[in-house]
């Protein structure tokens, strides 16, 4: 096997006993990198170390990442105008924290015949909120639900110089 040391300089190639022997008198683990090589890649290394290492790399990497949470707001087609302008002040806030809204428009019995008024429910408020939003779903008919699903707009700071 190819051995490479805890420096990370090359030793050669060397027979497994032999590796083994150096990494015992440094007092680490022999660890195999690269098995599909020819020959077999090996170094000398703490292995609990690494094992640390690598865990620390992968939290840090989930901290940095952001979630996308979808929020969703329901209506029906009959809505008042107070009650509107409360779940658009809803939709406003959900998209501010940067959270996806999906709007749904439930139709029940006879509202199913005037879907056109869900359609423009769902346009109006599409409007309302176009500069924080965009339509990444349009409006759609799933059964007895109309659904449309608003992106946040992508907020570019100025530089600063």
Do not use: W
């Not at 690269?34 to 790399?57: N, R, T, W």
């Not at 408020?125 to 639900?145: H, Q, S, W, Y």
Request: aromatic content about 4%; glycine content about 4%.
């Amino acid at each position: 096997m190819r051995l490479i040391s805890d420096t990370g300089e090359q030793l050669g190639i060397k027979p497994i006993e032999e590796a083994q022997a150096i990494a015992l008198d440094k007092d680490l683990d022999l660890v195999e990198v690269a098995p599909q090589g020819q020959p077999p890649v090996c170094k000398i290394m703490d292995y609990s170390k690494f094992c640390y290492e690598q865990d620390q790399k992968q939290k840090a990497a989930r901290k940095k990442q952001s979630v996308i949470v979808v929020k969703e707001m329901k209506m029906r087609p009959k809505i008042d105008i107070h009650d509107y302008e409360t779940k658009k002040k809803h939709v406003v806030r959900f998209l501010s924290q940067g959270n996806k809204v999906k709007v749904t428009i439930m139709f029940r019995g006879r509202e199913m015949t005037h879907t056109e008024l869900g359609l423009g429910l769902l346009n109006r408020l599409a409007e309302d909120v176009l500069e924080l939003a965009t339509v990444e779903a349009k409006p759609r008919l799933d059964g007895r639900n109309m659904t449309m699903v608003l992106t946040p707009v992508a907020v570019v700071e100025p530089k600063k110089e």
